[in-house]
């Protein structure tokens, strides 16, 4: 579980987390207060939207639910598996979601619903290429389940049980990052607009380069030795 969890798997976590968490509080405040990543809210909305007859919002919603799904199929045929592993395409998907998020910006800036869908696209890539190793299940853009996973933490705490450390400060650690990503492009929002998706197109960007970089020297270095 969580004990096996590398090092680099719990900072590839905080930072994904931090990345959605700036990611979706711009789309929350900006076009149509249009959540990114949350799709159990999503997917209540297009009912409601379905009950009431409104056949804009309802299109809108359904469209932002299979953006989402649409990039975490992307992460599936990049990536091929739901484990994380050195030595995947995780810097071609990074790459991919940088690009998505950068391009988002002057449609949102255009009023063009096409915004948000491409942040969707990227958040489901993300999403998707981060999800299990060693057995812990790791989700990135998102928190219901890190909260989840704490409350049965703690619960078996008061119960006297064994406590799986690492799991409860690997939900603690994506939760603070979601929150410190939410609280960034708040502020950024607020400062510079939807060119706050800048700083995670720009994270995510650099680091699949240096994941790519890093993988190309440890194949040459394993054909060498």
């Known amino acids: 579980m969580a004990e096996r969890l590398a090092t680099w798997v719990w900072t590839g976590a905080g930072a994904l987390a931090f990345v959605a968490g700036m990611v979706n509080v711009v789309g929350y405040l900006g076009f149509e207060h249009q959540a990114i990543t949350h799709l159990t809210g999503t997917t209540t909305l297009l009912g409601a939207a379905l009950a ?22 992307l ?8 484990t994380l592993r050195l ?7 990074l790459a991919i979601e940088a690009v998505l998020l950068a391009a988002a910006v002057p449609l949102f800036e255009g ?13 489901g ?5 981060a999800t299990t190793y060693s057995g812990a299940v790791v989700r990135t853009s998102h928190v219901s389940g890190m909260f989840t996973d704490l409350g049965i933490t703690l619960g078996h705490a ?3 049980l064994p ?26 929002f607020g400062a510079i607009d939807y060119r706050a998706l800048y700083l995670p ?3 995510t960007g650099l680091t699949g380069l240096s994941y790519t970089i890093w993988r190309h020297k440890r194949r040459n270095a394993d054909q060498i030795g």
């Not at 309802?58 to 989402?68: D, N, P, S, T, V």
């Not at 992460?75 to 739901?82: C, E, N, T, Y």
């Not at 690492?166 to 502020?187: E, K, Q, T, V, Y």
Request: contains cysteine; aromatic residues 8%; positive net charge.
């Open 75 to 82: 992460s599936g045929l990049l990536v091929q598996d739901a």
């Open 125 to 129: 890539l993300q999403n998707a290429m």
């Open 163 to 188: 406590v799986a450390r690492r799991r409860l400060w690997l939900c603690l650690l994506i939760i603070s990052a979601f929150l410190a990503g939410g609280i960034i492009g708040a502020w950024l």
């Open 158 to 160: 008061l119960r006297g």
């Open 111 to 123: 009023g063009h619903f096409a915004g948000p869908v491409l942040a969707a696209v990227a958040i």
């Open 52 to 73: 009431d007859g409104n056949g804009r919002a309802a299109w809108q919603l359904a469209a932002m639910l299979l953006a989402f799904v649409a990039g975490a199929a």
């Open 201 to 203: 197109a720009l994270l």
């Open 87 to 93: 030595g995947r395409r995780y810097g071609v998907a």
